[in-house]
């Protein structure tokens, strides 16, 4: 188990990259990073022995615990010390612990010899070899090559390449060599503290333009897990380069347990969920995800079994791309951004009644599959471009998709149902709608195109599917709306860290991205039984009672550093769910006056429902069973319907 994120700022003691001693007993011994590579262990029994990891005889004899850098260095020339002139005799003594330590400066000790990149400088002098070391997000932060001799022909490899997180260095494969070449020459012209633009975080790019998804059934392998060793057989007998591993498990529940098994996972991270895990080993990339990875981040959904997983998603992605087509796609300047952004439009939510009481329960009169419903009887969209601006309005005959800025004074409750605000936007065909309000038209925008449309179609073929609940159901429509209002698009850089300097080292170095510092804790759910006698009450001829209760155990912490960039869409479809709210304010309003009608006070709207305090017998008197929720519904939305700005 394991607590919700929480975000932390305070500042704790300094992390020094090049000064700092390299051993760390919480670091793994396996990372994801797309320069490094390990071989498949075919014979792993668990999640920790897929990952191959191969030492020469000497180190693995000789291994120092918590020694990483150490290890490195003895493992990669060990060899290499051995060899020998064409009479037989040895090039260079035996590279061996003892020998380093002594070249370095350092006590020999059987554990724990932490060497730090300045301190290594010694050695890489003394033997005309290079060292090249890049952080977390590929920047490089250290390189060192001989400066009173040339560099070592004799000696392969001559450089040392190296990725240095959480206290700990990790080898680099071979192919990294190009890129890191480029990086030191960029060194060479400029300070090496300053930023190379070279790193993860930098080259980043977010477009600015609404892009449609990809199919989530993409062709890959997928598989259902309820742990992580179920991945190990999968992935060896995996036929592809991709695979999925899909779970109804918690995800920060896995990362622990991936980081137990001594392996530091490739994190996508989202809200305060972490969206997937990877981990790459062989030549196979695998992801281990939820069951809807589209999903709103705050939403969890869960499907057993693959048959369904695959039904859901097929079902989801053929109404996503019959809603949202290209031909519907609109364009939006700055000018109509910052008018729009003003006036915003969206569902109505606030109390009725002349005081707000956040105790009050009330029975719901609430309109079926409300917005689906609205989406299904769009006829027209209307598709606005770049250069469609909003115009002083010049009193030409109100057009139903053209845009209005409308101001509207002094209205009663049903009425504010329909302009919650004094100065508002709506669509034409919501005025023609309200023939008994007065208003006054202030500007317009008129799209350059109306696109006929029959969304009644997708409605169908996915209300229709009997092999996903309801439930599933709805939450694809909803789900497929919500994003037509999508205003961003974003992309995240996720790193996780053992400890909170390290993490505010990196915040601090990508200030100006605004990265911010999430911890989980591991924490161990367990049950105990515990007896209770009724003496303990004062109370007699009662047996003894036995009942369980809940511990928690807390663990490790570990830290994520989350870098995210945004940009403002200038396209979209959000004139689509406008749409809707226009739609929905028109059927609130109705339902409303139908409320009032039949002597019934409403106390308040949420949404798509008319909350009221009449009893259900009451009620059923008045309304089909079907408009009606018999659920305790409390007004969460402190906001008074009345109060117009």
């Given at each position: 188990?394991?607590?919700?994120?929480?975000?932390?700022?305070?500042?704790?003691?300094?992390?020094?990259?090049?000064?700092?001693?390299?051993?760390?007993?919480?670091?793994?011994?396996?990372?994801?990073?797309?320069?490094?590579?390990?071989?498949?262990?075919?014979?792993?029994?668990?999640?920790?022995?897929?990952?191959?990891?191969?030492?020469?005889?000497?180190?693995?004899?000789?291994?120092?615990?918590?020694?990483?850098?150490?290890?490195?260095?003895?493992?990669?020339?060990?060899?290499?010390?051995?060899?020998r002139?064409?009479?037989?005799?040895?090039?260079?003594?035996?590279?061996?612990?003892?020998?380093?330590?002594?070249?370095?400066?350092?006590?020999?000790?059987?554990?724990?010899?932490?060497?730090?990149?300045?301190?290594?400088?010694?050695?890489?002098?003394?033997?005309?070899l290079?060292?090249?070391?890049?952080?977390?997000?590929?920047?490089?932060?250290?390189?060192?090559?001989?400066?009173?001799?040339?560099?070592?022909?004799?000696?392969?490899?001559?450089?040392?390449?190296?990725?240095?997180?959480?206290?700990?260095?990790?080898?680099?494969?071979?192919?990294?060599?190009?890129?890191?070449?480029?990086?030191?020459?960029?060194?060479?012209?400029?300070?090496?503290?300053?930023?190379?633009?070279?790193?993860?975080?930098?080259?980043?790019?977010?477009?600015?333009?609404?892009?449609?998804?990809?199919?989530?059934?993409?062709?890959?392998?997928?598989?259902?897990?309820?742990?992580?060793?179920?991945?190990?057989?999968?992935?060896?007998?995996?036929?592809?380069?991709?695979?999925?591993?899909?779970?109804?498990?918690?995800?920060?529940?896995?990362?622990?347990?991936?980081?137990?098994?001594?392996?530091?996972?490739?994190?996508?991270?989202?809200?305060?969920?972490?969206?997937?895990?990877?981990f790459?080993?062989?030549?196979?990339?695998?992801?281990?995800?939820?069951?809807?990875?589209t999903?709103?981040?705050?939403?969890?959904?869960?499907?057993?079994?693959?048959?369904?997983?695959?039904?859901?998603?097929?079902?989801?992605?053929?109404?996503?791309?019959?809603?949202?087509?290209?031909?519907l796609?609109?364009?939006?300047?700055?000018?109509?951004?910052?008018?729009?952004?003003?006036?915003?439009?969206g569902?109505?939510s606030?109390?009725?009644?002349?005081?707000?009481?956040?105790?009050?329960?009330?029975?719901?009169?609430?309109?079926?599959?409300?917005?689906?419903?609205?989406?299904?009887?769009?006829?027209?969209?209307?598709?606005?471009?770049?250069?469609?601006?909003?115009?002083e309005?010049?009193?030409?005959?109100?057009?139903?998709?053209t845009?209005?800025?409308?101001?509207?004074?002094?209205?009663?409750?049903s009425?504010?149902?329909?302009?919650?605000?004094?100065?508002h936007?709506c669509?034409?065909?919501?005025?023609?709608?309200?023939?008994?309000?007065?208003?006054?038209?202030?500007?317009?925008?008129?799209?350059?195109?109306?696109?006929?449309?029959?969304?009644?179609?997708p409605?169908?073929?996915?209300?229709?599917?009997?092999?996903?609940?309801?439930?599933?159901?709805?939450?694809?429509?909803?789900?497929?709306?919500?994003?037509?209002?999508?205003?961003?698009?974003?992309?995240?850089?996720?790193?996780?860290?053992?400890?909170?300097?390290?993490?505010?080292?990196?915040?601090?170095?990508?200030?100006?991205?605004?990265?911010?510092?999430?911890?989980?804790?591991?924490?161990?759910?367990?049950?105990?039984?515990?007896?209770?006698?009724?003496?303990?009450?004062?109370?007699?001829?009662?047996?003894?009672?036995?009942?369980?209760?809940?511990?928690?155990?807390?663990?490790?912490?570990?830290?994520?550093?989350?870098?995210?960039?945004?940009?403002?869409?200038?396209?979209?479809?959000?004139?689509?769910?406008?749409?809707?709210?226009?739609?929905?304010?028109?059927?609130?309003?109705d339902?409303?006056?139908?409320?009032?009608?039949?002597?019934?006070?409403?106390?308040?709207?949420?949404?798509?429902?008319?909350?009221?305090?009449?009893?259900?017998?009451?009620?059923?008197k008045?309304?089909?069973?079907?408009?009606?929720?018999?659920?305790?519904?409390?007004l969460?939305?402190?906001?008074?319907?009345?109060?117009?700005?």
């Amino acid at each position: 188990m394991v607590k919700d994120a929480v975000e932390i700022g305070e500042k704790n003691a300094k992390f020094a990259p090049l000064e700092g001693k390299l051993f760390s007993e919480l670091a793994t011994k396996a990372i994801y990073n797309k320069e490094i590579s390990y071989d498949l262990n075919e014979q792993a029994q668990n999640f920790a022995e897929m990952f191959g990891i191969t030492l020469n005889r000497y180190t693995i004899d000789n291994y120092k615990i918590n020694s990483c850098f150490m290890n490195i260095i003895v493992d990669t020339w060990h060899s290499a010390f051995e060899k020998r002139k064409k009479d037989g005799k040895r090039m260079y003594a035996e590279l061996t612990y003892k020998s380093v330590c002594k070249i370095i400066n350092l006590t020999y000790k059987n554990q724990d010899i932490g060497v730090s990149l300045n301190e290594s400088k010694t050695f890489f002098e003394k033997f005309g070899l290079g060292i090249d070391v890049v952080n977390v997000y590929g920047e490089m932060i250290f390189t060192y090559r001989p400066v009173n001799r040339e560099q070592n022909k004799d000696i392969f490899p001559s450089i040392l390449r190296v990725l240095m997180h959480n206290n700990h260095l990790y080898p680099l494969d071979k192919n990294c060599k190009s890129r890191l070449d480029k990086l030191r020459q960029k060194a060479k012209e400029a300070n090496l503290e300053q930023k190379l633009n070279e790193d993860d975080i930098t080259t980043l790019f977010v477009s600015n333009k609404y892009k449609l998804r990809k199919p989530v059934l993409d062709g890959c392998e997928v598989h259902f897990i309820n742990n992580l060793d179920e991945c190990v057989e999968l992935v060896k007998q995996c036929k592809t380069e991709k695979i999925k591993f899909i779970t109804n498990n918690n995800l920060t529940g896995i990362l622990f347990e991936m980081i137990d098994y001594n392996y530091t996972p490739a994190i996508s991270f989202g809200g305060m969920n972490i969206l997937s895990l990877g981990f790459k080993v062989g030549k196979i990339y695998a992801s281990i995800e939820n069951s809807d990875n589209t999903a709103p981040e705050d939403t969890l959904i869960h499907l057993e079994g693959k048959a369904l997983y695959e039904e859901y998603h097929k079902a989801d992605d053929q109404f996503y791309h019959g809603i949202l087509q290209e031909c519907l796609k609109s364009n939006y300047n700055d000018k109509v951004l910052e008018i729009e952004n003003k006036y915003p439009l969206g569902p109505t939510s606030g109390y009725l009644t002349d005081k707000y009481d956040e105790r009050a329960i009330y029975n719901a009169i609430d309109t079926n599959k409300a917005y689906p419903d609205c989406l299904r009887k769009i006829p027209i969209v209307p598709v606005f471009g770049y250069f469609d601006e909003y115009k002083e309005y010049d009193n030409h005959i109100i057009e139903p998709y053209t845009m209005y800025l409308v101001e509207v004074q002094n209205v009663e409750a049903s009425k504010a149902i329909l302009f919650p605000t004094v100065y508002h936007r709506c669509f034409g065909f919501k005025l023609l709608h309200c023939t008994d309000i007065n208003y006054k038209i202030h500007a317009f925008r008129r799209p350059s195109d109306l696109e006929e449309v029959d969304f009644q179609e997708p409605m169908n073929q996915l209300f229709n599917n009997d092999k996903l609940s309801s439930l599933h159901k709805k939450f694809i429509a909803n789900k497929t709306t919500g994003l037509c209002e999508k205003k961003f698009n974003t992309a995240h850089v996720t790193r996780v860290f053992d400890s909170y300097e390290e993490a505010h080292y990196y915040q601090n170095k990508y200030m100006k991205y605004g990265g911010k510092i999430h911890v989980l804790q591991q924490t161990y759910k367990s049950t105990e039984k515990v007896s209770s006698s009724p003496l303990d009450f004062g109370i007699e001829d009662i047996e003894e009672q036995e009942k369980e209760i809940t511990k928690l155990t807390y663990g490790k912490k570990i830290y994520l550093l989350i870098i995210e960039k945004k940009e403002a869409l200038i396209g979209g479809y959000r004139y689509i769910k406008e749409l809707i709210y226009d739609m929905m304010s028109i059927k609130m309003y109705d339902l409303f006056n139908e409320v009032v009608a039949k002597g019934i006070k409403p106390k308040g709207i949420k949404t798509d429902a008319i909350l009221v305090s009449k009893s259900k017998s009451e009620l059923e008197k008045s309304f089909l069973p079907s408009l009606l929720k018999w659920e305790a519904s409390s007004l969460k939305v402190a906001n008074n319907v009345l109060t117009r700005r």
